[in-house]
C-alpha cells in the first residue's frame, strides 16, 4: 500500500513539474519585424531572457551578451531581448531598434517586440517569468534585468540589472544549464 502511494505521488509530481516545464513551450510572441517566435524552438535549450532599452545605462551590457551569446551558442544556448519603455527608456519600435542593436553592439541574438514588463499589459512572457522565479511577487525593477530558463522551460536564475553578462555569477549559472 506505501509504495502504490509513493508511485502515485511521484506520477503526480511528475506530471505536474511536466506541465509546469511546457507551459514555458506554449508562449508565443512577435521579433522585431513582427514575425511570430513559437518558443517550443527553445526546447532542449536554455535561454537568458533580458528586458532591454536602447537609452539606458545599462544598454553597453548588448555587446558582452553578445560575447556570452557567441561563447555558447552552439552548445544550446540563446539570448533573447524584450525591448521595453516600461522605464522610459526605450523610444524606438521594431526594425530601429534591430538596426541600433546591431550597428552598434553586432546583436544577432532574437530580438522580440517592444513590449511591457511590468503593469497590467505585461507581456505573458514576462508574467512566467516572474511567478516562476525565485521572486514571484517582484515586478522587473529595471532595464537589462536577466532571467535564466532552463533545457526542460524551468526558469532557474532571476539577475538583477547590475549583474553584467560577464559576471562570474551568471556565467557560472550558464554553464550549469548547459551541463
Keep these: 500500500m506505501f509504495k502504490a502511494l509513493i508511485y502515485t505521488l511521484s506520477l503526480l509530481c511528475l506530471a505536474s513539474a511536466q506541465a509546469a516545464d511546457s507551459d514555458f513551450y506554449k508562449l ?105 522565479s525565485s521572486a514571484p511577487s517582484e515586478d522587473v525593477s529595471w532595464n537589462f534585468e536577466k532571467f535564466l530558463v532552463d533545457k526542460t522551460g524551468k526558469v532557474v536564475g532571476r539577475f538583477k540589472s547590475g549583474i553584467g553578462p560577464d559576471s562570474s555569477e551568471l556565467i557560472k549559472s550558464i554553464e550549469k544549464t548547459l551541463n
Aim: overall charge positive.
Design 28 to 132: 508565443k510572441a512577435f521579433d522585431l519585424k513582427n514575425k511570430d517566435v513559437d518558443f517550443s524552438k527553445y526546447k532542449g535549450k536554455a535561454v537568458l531572457f533580458v528586458n532591454t532599452a536602447s537609452r539606458c545605462g545599462y544598454t553597453p551590457q548588448f555587446e558582452g551578451l553578445q560575447k556570452v551569446y557567441d561563447k555558447y551558442k552552439a552548445k544550446g544556448f540563446e539570448i533573447v531581448g524584450f525591448p521595453t519603455n516600461d522605464f522610459r527608456q526605450e523610444d524606438m519600435e521594431g526594425e530601429k531598434i534591430a538596426e541600433f542593436c546591431k550597428l552598434n553592439y553586432g546583436v544577432k541574438f532574437t530580438m522580440l517586440k517592444k513590449g511591457h514588463v511590468n503593469g497590467p499589459k505585461r507581456h505573458q512572457l514576462y508574467s512566467y517569468l516572474i511567478k516562476n
